[in-house]
């Protein structure tokens, strides 16, 4: 069964602290996998996207890493900021006949001063 | 560059209506793309549009459609709402597609709330 799973639910860090947001996922055939940031009340924010050849990608503050071989990825924040507060929503694609997008159910930052 | 819009930003129905919502996506983006989100459900695509056809399409049933205008504008139409329609609406657009290797722009989203 095709499933998008992350960890841990919530977070919350102190702010300046670095934190690791996991996604491990079961898709298949995978196309691309993408880490969105989302604010309350408002439309994810792409973060960073990548294919089963790519194992790192950075975007500010942000890393994100891939291990096509394990499925697993990760999202790295650097250096948090009270604004990092936000829910982080990983999605996995897969493409074959019917492209679909499998969506994990998203970490809750909460970064505190 | 102005960014991707929705209107109505919020809607209030009752069971039965049907409701049809707004997306302006970026200039020069083909591609438009629907998702729900639910607290109980979270994100789950509803279906993306190119060039004016339907694409691809999620697991929803016959009672949610869409369209899409030559000039990219898409619109999104649940009939016959149930209760458990109840969510945040967003768009996203795009250059080349919604499952290609590009990003996607999502919009603020439509709030509709089903009585």
């Known amino acids: 069964k095709n499933q998008v799973e992350q960890s841990p639910q919530s977070l919350i860090i102190l702010e300046g602290k670095n934190c690791t947001l996991q996604?491990?996922?079961?898709?298949?055939?995978?196309?691309?996998l993408r880490w969105y940031k989302q604010d309350t009340g408002r439309g994810p924010v792409s973060l960073t996207i990548?294919?089963?050849?790519?194992n790192t990608k950075s975007n500010g503050r942000y890393t994100a890493t891939l291990d096509a071989d394990t499925k697993q990825s990760s999202l790295h924040i650097t250096a948090s900021q009270l604004s990092d507060s936000a829910s982080y929503i990983c999605v996995v694609s897969a493409e074959n006949t019917g492209n679909q997008f499998y969506f994990g159910t998203g970490t809750s930052l909460t970064v505190i001063p | 560059k102005a960014g991707v819009t929705q209107t109505p930003r919020y809607l209030i129905k009752t069971r039965g209506q049907q409701v049809t919502l707004s997306c302006s996506p970026i200039s020069g983006h083909r591609s438009v793309s629907w998702y729900q989100q639910t607290p109980g459900q979270g994100l789950q695509f509803l279906f993306e549009?190119?060039?004016?056809?339907?694409?691809n399409k999620g697991n929803f049933p016959g009672r949610f459609s869409g369209r899409q205008f030559s000039n990219s504008r898409s619109e999104m139409n649940v009939s016959t709402l149930e209760l458990g329609d109840s969510a945040l609406y967003l768009c996203a657009s795009s250059p080349w597609g919604s499952f290609s290797y590009n990003e996607q722009f999502f919009g603020p989203g439509t709030r509709l709330t089903v009585l």
């Open positions: 990548m294919t089963f050849s790519e």
């Open positions: 549009y190119f060039s004016e056809t339907q694409r």
């Open positions: 996604c491990n996922y079961t898709v298949s055939p995978f196309s691309n």
